[in-house]
């Protein structure tokens, strides 16, 4: 077997620079490009990946991280994991990730601790694996016909089976979905790959002793391969713990390991393995320290048989070339890296060796007690909110944005060019939030919203507000599919200079004598979709942050403004992935909650949201929130949160209409869902919604999309009062 390579990546952004493949799959979608157009433009954008790294000095290049859409749902295709109502569709890949007219698409989760989503995959008993290998075969030959060598990187058996819908039924098919892998693995052989790297993620959180014997048994038998490449097992976002030695006695040649995240405990275990030391971060955009990263080489080194220099996870969560962003200021432009300075990184310790002094030991600041700020009693506050507002049975609403036109881009790239007058602009702005307005009148909404036709991102268009932060042009990370972010780099203390929200969430309070909510994004979110400073404790960051967005509630409130909605969406994301750690995260990201949203009147009602997260497992949590109404991701995940909310003891909002696909629900489908609702809690603490925001659909589609709505809502609030009379 080959000597693995000296330097690595375990993956690399696949969105394209300038996010071509994002214009590429929505020209497709919407039917103005082929296929064979979308395939044209992966193939460019995967033969450009190649040649950089290359050029960038890095020996062990990898293939299989592009994706259409998701590695998760490539890796179900892979070993033929397609539920079988999918089959028949045109292009069953796209109908699994977004559904059809038809067809609802899968669910859709948070990968791990990031802001990247995965389809979760559906594995039951009726499952029929069939290696399906495609995929990985073309991008290696792909590759090779440019003159380079790369290293498949496909999905673990067993975190692929513990991502499905049913984690417990999914690994009793793990013999099953290893035949499959042992046969990738006789394919790969026969085409002469030297390696293959399995992500195991999942082996990071804390498992049972079913889920670790797994782990044994899917490696004793892959290892086993007679004639096989060899194997590379990676384990990003943490530390293996319990599973390191349980992998290490396997016959897997590699293990990668997460020393950003993970720290150096256990390497022992590692004794005679080759070893990709994840020494520099795939996480955040700070430059790597070489004193620390040759401290941990060097301590790896005196247990492993090899040592490769690697980034800690995937290049996918970090923007693609620092140089892009000729705006940022130098000072902190030098502390920074993106992916290619990342790989840069890698090369230069692989070249460098490991020497270097140990890093100075940092103490860790005493944490300060957790107060929590506390509002007035719940039931006293909503008799003041219903006697003030007045809502119907059901009340309608939205989640904050809808629609972002083509016009409103444009506007806001003329805006910053200085081609377009502020005035001229602002006019466009408060255009549009007069048709969002009126749109929401006709067709019968109770709580209306202003559209945010003025926002780029809800966490963005913050940080261009907000002191402490500093925001790229060409940032771009994916988040699902085409969806893609900029995330801002957060380097300062934060603090608010002036309001931001006021004035046109007055303006559109102005248009209607419906109640408009005041949208606002909470601390915990604007800090989890940024690049966070590396020199404070995180709790410290987001209640910084969590001041800022308390004078903002104030404010609003203020301005007349009776309902305000701070979203928290990155609540779950943000949890740790280990259970020792959760407790003490959840106390302080609910009390920074509380802090900025307890400033108001009893009569003044807050919203929270969340979206896409598993909040089922958190519910406590977002109970302790303590908002008046909380809306939820539902409808895209078969209304299972249901299931959880018997004793939550607020308003709540659970979807009925799944907006990240492009597919309009009947008024049926809304109605079958309010019923499930109505069954597991009182009609007096049901809110109607759909799943998320309207940003990513079109007007046709949201139009249709909340008259159904609309319509399912009216024919249940008859019900109601027929049943009171």
Not at 562 to 589: C, H, K, M, N, T
Request: with cysteine; charged share 25%; glycine share 8%.
């Amino acid at each position: 077997m080959s000597r693995f390579p000296q330097s690595t990546v375990l993956g690399y952004p696949r969105i394209g620079p300038r996010r071509e493949l994002k214009r590429a799959l929505e020209s497709y979608w919407d039917g103005t490009a082929t296929r064979q157009d979308l395939d044209r433009v992966g193939a460019e954008l995967r033969a450009a990946t190649w040649r950089r790294l290359a050029e960038l000095g890095l020996d062990g290049l990898p293939s299989n991280t592009f994706s259409l859409y998701d590695q998760v749902l490539d890796t179900a295709v892979l070993l033929g994991a397609v539920p079988e109502r999918y089959r028949g569709a045109a292009d069953p890949y796209f109908a699994m990730a977004r559904g059809t007219d038809g067809l609802a698409p899968l669910r859709m989760t948070k990968w791990f601790d990031t802001n990247y989503h995965y389809i979760v995959p559906e594995i039951g008993p009726e499952t029929v694996f069939k290696l399906d290998a495609a995929k990985p075969l073309a991008e290696l030959r792909e590759a090779r016909a440019l003159g380079f060598e790369t290293r498949p990187v496909v999905v673990g058996p067993v975190t692929f089976l513990l991502l499905a819908a049913d984690p417990g039924a999914a690994l009793e098919r793990l013999d099953d979905v290893l035949a499959c892998y042992e046969e990738l693995l006789g394919v790969l052989a026969d085409e002469g790959v030297a390696w293959v790297q399995l992500d195991e993620p999942a082996l990071v959180q804390d498992r049972t002793p079913g889920e670790l014997a797994a782990v044994r048994a899917a490696y004793d038998r892959l290892g086993s391969v007679a004639a096989r490449p060899g194997l590379l097992v990676t384990a990003p976002f943490g530390h293996l713990g319990e599973a390191l030695p349980v992998l290490a006695a396997t016959p897997v040649e590699a293990i990668g390991v997460d020393l950003v995240r993970g720290g150096l405990d256990g390497l022992d275990a590692l004794a005679g393995k080759t070893v990709v030391a994840g020494v520099v971060s795939g996480r955040d955009v700070w430059r790597t320290s070489p004193e620390r990263a040759a401290h941990a080489l060097r301590a790896v080194a005196e247990h492993a048989a090899q040592v490769v220099v690697g980034t800690s996870c995937s290049l996918l969560h970090v923007p693609y070339d620092l140089e892009a962003e000729p705006g940022l200021d130098p000072a902190l432009k030098a502390r920074l890296a993106f992916a290619e300075q990342k790989v840069a990184e890698v090369v230069a310790l692989a070249r460098g060796g490991f020497d270097g002094p140990a890093p100075a030991v940092r103490p860790a600041p005493e944490p300060a007690p957790v107060v929590r700020d506390e509002r007035g009693p719940y039931p006293v506050r909503a008799a003041a909110q219903a006697a003030h507002l007045g809502l119907p049975a059901l009340p309608i609403t939205t989640i904050g944005s809808f629609p972002q036109t083509g016009e409103l881009r444009a506007a806001r790239a003329a805006l910053a060019a200085g081609t377009l007058p502020a005035q001229e602009y602002e006019r466009r702005v408060e255009a549009e939030i007069e048709r969002v307005i009126r749109l929401q009148e006709r067709l019968g909404l109770d709580v209306l919203v202003h559209g945010e036709p003025e926002r780029n991102d809800m966490v963005q268009y913050f940080a261009e507000h907000l002191d402490g932060f500093a925001v790229t042009a060409n940032g771009w990370v994916q988040s699902y599919g085409s969806r893609c972010t900029r995330p801002p780099i957060l380097h300062g203390d934060v603090s608010r200079p002036e309001p931001i929200t006021v004035r046109w969430a007055r303006h559109a309070q102005s248009l209607t004598d419906r109640p408009v909510k005041g949208m606002l994004t909470g601390p915990v979110t604007i800090v989890a979709w940024s690049f966070v400073r590396d020199d404070l404790p995180l709790r410290d960051v987001v209640f910084q942050v969590a001041a800022a967005v308390r004078e903002e509630v104030r404010d609003l409130e203020a301005a007349g403004v009776s309902i305000i909605q701070v979203d928290e969406p990155a609540l779950r994301e943000l949890l740790p992935l280990r259970q020792a750690a959760r407790a003490g995260y959840l106390e302080w990201a609910v009390a920074a909650y509380r802090r900025a949203t307890s400033g108001v009147a009893d009569r003044t009602q807050i919203h929270t949201h969340l979206c896409y997260s598993d909040a089922d497992q958190i519910l406590d949590a977002i109970d302790g929130l303590d908002a008046d109404v909380t809306t939820i991701e539902s409808a895209r995940s078969g209304a299972r949160i249901l299931d959880a909310v018997g004793s939550f003891g607020r308003g709540l909002g659970p979807g009925v209409y799944d907006i990240h696909s492009p597919r309009v629900p009947s008024s049926a489908e809304v109605e079958t869902l309010l019923r499930r609702t109505l069954a597991a809690l009182p009609a007096e603490r049901v809110w109607v919604n759909p799943d998320c925001g309207l940003k990513t659909r079109t007007y046709a589609q949201v139009e249709a999309a909340l008259a159904n709505v609309a319509e399912a809502t009216g024919r249940l609030r008859a019900e109601l009062t027929r049943d009171a009379g």
